[in-house]
């Protein structure tokens, strides 16, 4: 198993852009999440879903979008990037017990 | 408001002594979670907690959980190098089990030889 694969692992992004960060698990895994990580500080909840079809909001979703169409794809949209949007994002995958896998990250530049 | 607060947010420490990080919560949960951030890479996760008295330990690391005063200790035993790292709570705050993470702010361990 692949476990959560992210691409890209790094990317730059003018102001004003538009650009989707993939996320792909391989494990069956029915309930995923994508988080935001600012230097220094803990993750924030961006958007999760708990199956295909299915998704919510999380702490700070605002300026992105998310589908599901598949168990293992959970893309998410960034359509008019900001520079407040510069931050590593993770993807995480979990079964339906508790623990979280989570991938290595897309670090996104936004100037 | 939902707040997980860790402490301390910075910890030097010598080879060989102990430590605990502490993490509070400001409300009702009975799924804890902790996690090793090494520099620039992704999060490992180390220990799940899943009831008021819950106790695990993996190595010179023992997580515990409170839920009554809302707190999860993580105790550090005779400290080495290769403990140094970030250290993350994360609380279940979700009614229906969905898994949303709130974390704390995190706690960097430096342990120096």
């Known amino acids: 198993n692949a476990g959560v694969t992210q691409t890209p692992k790094f990317r730059i992004l003018k102001i004003g852009q538009s650009m989707t960060l993939q996320c792909t698990q391989d494990?069956?895994?029915?309930?995923m999440y994508w988080y935001r990580q600012d230097p220094g500080m803990g993750l924030k909840l961006i958007y999760y879903?708990?199956?295909?079809?299915?998704?919510d909001k999380g702490e700070v979703p605002n300026g992105y979008n998310v589908s599901r169409s598949t168990t293992e794809d959970f893309p998410l949209r960034l359509e008019l990037a900001a520079p407040s949007q510069t931050s590593v994002y993770f993807c995480?995958?979990?079964?339906?017990?508790?623990?979280?896998?989570f991938g290595p990250g897309t670090r996104l530049t936004v100037t | 408001e939902l707040k997980v607060e860790q402490n301390p947010l910075f910890l030097s420490m010598q080879e060989g002594k102990n430590y605990t990080i502490y993490c509070n919560y400001s409300?009702?949960?009975?799924?804890l979670y902790w996690y090793r951030q090494d520099p620039g890479k992704s999060l490992e996760s180390l220990f799940v907690?899943?009831?008021?008295?819950a106790v695990k330990q993996e190595g010179r690391l023992m997580a515990s959980l409170d839920t009554k005063a809302r707190l999860s200790t993580l105790h550090i035993t005779a400290a080495v190098h290769d403990l140094s790292a970030t250290y993350f709570c994360?609380?279940?705050?979700?009614?229906?089990?969905?898994?949303?993470?709130?974390f704390g702010q995190g706690t960097t361990l430096q342990v120096k030889p």
């Open positions: 995480a995958s979990r079964p339906t017990s508790y623990e979280q896998y």
């Open positions: 494990m069956n895994h029915n309930y």
């Open positions: 879903s708990v199956g295909a079809g299915i998704t």
């Open positions: 409300t009702t949960s009975d799924r």
């Open positions: 907690l899943l009831s008021n008295g």
């Open positions: 994360a609380v279940d705050m979700s009614a229906g089990n969905t898994g949303k993470l709130i």
